[in-house]
């Protein structure tokens, strides 16, 4: 299951990437959104998929799943939401003051 979750991290890297390298804002915004998914699965993959209960006491499992990895990608993807909002809306103003959401044409570069 490791090795399945590794593959889909470095896919989602590899897709973010890519919208990340391209001229529209909003393919942009949306590269950094997968990214932040793709860290939030290797947070989860680093921490172990293991199978087992809540760490109750007094219970009679044995073995117990670490909640910090939950904890933290929770905490990441409000976070995330928070941060992709305000780019959307950061971009959405700029491209009704300025006309325009292309990369070169925002830093006042000619088209060739």
């Known amino acids: 299951m490791e090795t399945l979750m590794s593959i889909l991290v470095g896919l989602f890297f590899s897709i ?3 919208l990340v390298l391209s001229k529209s804002l909003i393919r942009i915004i949306l590269g950094t959104s997968i990214i932040s998914h793709g860290v939030n699965l290797l947070i989860l993959t680093m921490g172990g998929l293991k199978k087992g ?6 219970g009679i499992n044995t073995t117990f799943t670490d909640s910090l990895p939950q904890a933290l ?3 990441a993807i409000v976070i995330n939401f928070a941060v ?6 950061l971009s959405y103003r700029t491209y009704k003051t300025l006309g325009t959401d ?3 044409q925002l830093r006042g570069m000619k088209d060739e």
Do not use: K, N, Q, R
Request: no cysteine; hydrophobic share 50%; charged share 10%.
């Open 16 to 18: 973010g990437t890519y």
């Open 53 to 58: 209960g809540p760490p109750l006491l007094g």
């Open 73 to 75: 990608i929770l905490t």
């Open 102 to 104: 292309d990369m070169d």
């Open 84 to 89: 992709t909002a305000l780019f959307l809306v």
